[in-house]
């Protein structure tokens, strides 16, 4: 039986996983820890307030729930790892060198870490960018990713501990509003319009990213994790993306469906992260190894998206 830890359980990824891991592994103890949990315990599931930097709480954790699988996904995104760099080091490399660190001691058998689009920078073609292409960020938050991948992978050689890993893009879900990512302006749009309100955005209208919907990542995580170790030929930086799509396209698509939507342009600091990534990425390798591949369409997703949204705001209206 599995007993399974999340770190930065109630952001945006952690709330779709727990939902996921309750559907998909029934019997399995879930651990949902953050730094700071709901006052509401969530049912079905075991809620601790844990700081990962905090390595004797998280080792006690680990030997409470005699844990056996980590999903780390406690850390600090890339628009607020730029404005304190300092911070973002210090959760999203010493703690999850220091997880990984204690998860080998405590004999835990895997840890996922998802990565992300941002370990590629400047100067690289952008288009279909494969696991292959350099890896040269020049933001914090790109470092520490590239940084948990290449401790994923030691740690895996050195210990034998099974780490492994997705690079996402822009994830797009209706769960839980996004921190400070800077594919956010995605998700903020889709909650404007369904409000019947104006939208800033602070990309270009011609900025393309790679994206996939929040179910499409919540698979990959779970196939991931179940995955044969003897096909992984890449642990911990296997690309996984949907479709690209620019906040141009994205309005138009939107307001075919909310059609007096307003969407206006004010590019700001997060333009320049933004041109340092890919514009589209190449998933071939999480196909050929573990056969995934995205259901969601962009018009499904951007259909899925209204109606869930529409539905939250009709509860929140009915219970007024
Ligand atoms: N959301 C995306 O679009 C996206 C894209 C690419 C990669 N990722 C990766 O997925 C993972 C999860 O991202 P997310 O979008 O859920 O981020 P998020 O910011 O929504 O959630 C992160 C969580 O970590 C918690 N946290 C912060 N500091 C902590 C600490 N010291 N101890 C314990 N918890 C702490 C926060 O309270 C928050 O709940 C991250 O590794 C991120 O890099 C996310």
Not at 51 to 72: A, F, G, M, P, W
Not at 80 to 103: H, M, Q, R, V, W
Not at 284 to 304: H, I, K, L, N
Request: glycine residues 8%; charged residues 20%.
């Amino acid at each position: 039986m599995e007993n399974i830890l999340i770190t930065g359980a109630f952001g945006q990824v952690g709330t779709d996983l727990i939902l996921a891991l309750k559907e998909n592994k029934p019997g399995a103890t879930i651990v949902a820890s953050d730094i700071r949990i709901p006052e509401k315990p969530k049912p079905g599931i075991q809620q601790v307030v844990l700081d990962v930097r905090d390595q004797e709480e998280l080792r006690k954790t680990i030997s409470r729930y005699n844990i056996t699988k980590i999903y780390h996904l406690a850390s600090i995104l890339s628009a607020s790892a730029e404005k304190d760099p300092f911070l973002a080091y210090d959760i999203n490399i010493n703690a999850t060198f220091g997880l990984l660190k204690t998860a080998y001691k405590e004999h835990v058998r895997s840890v996922i870490i998802p990565s992300s689009i941002a370990v590629y920078g400047p100067g690289i073609s952008r288009d279909m960018v494969g696991s292959g292409v350099p890896t040269v960020p020049q933001t914090m938050y790109g470092i520490s990713k590239v940084t948990g991948e290449l401790l994923g992978n030691y740690f895996s050689m050195k210990f034998g501990l099974d780490v492994r890993g997705v690079r996402f893009p822009g994830l797009i879900s209706y769960e839980t509003v996004p921190t400070a990512g800077t594919t956010d302006y995605a998700v903020e749009m889709f909650i404007k319009a369904v409000e019947g309100k104006p939208y800033s955005c602070y990309l270009r209208p011609d900025t393309f990213l790679p994206m996939m919907y929040m179910p499409d990542a919540m698979t990959s995580l779970l196939m991931l994790s179940d995955a044969d170790s003897g096909r992984l030929k890449n642990r911990m930086s296997y690309n996984v993306a949907a479709y690209s799509f620019s906040p141009e396209q994205l309005a138009a698509a939107i307001k075919r469906h909310i059609p007096g939507f307003e969407v206006s342009y004010n590019a700001d600091e997060r333009q320049n992260i933004a041109d340092g990534w890919p514009r589209s990425l190449d998933s071939s390798e999480a196909m050929r190894d573990w056969g995934f591949s995205p259901q969601y369409t962009f018009d499904a997703m951007v259909s899925d998206m209204i109606s869930n949204l529409q539905a939250i705001k009709g509860r929140r209206q009915n219970a007024v």
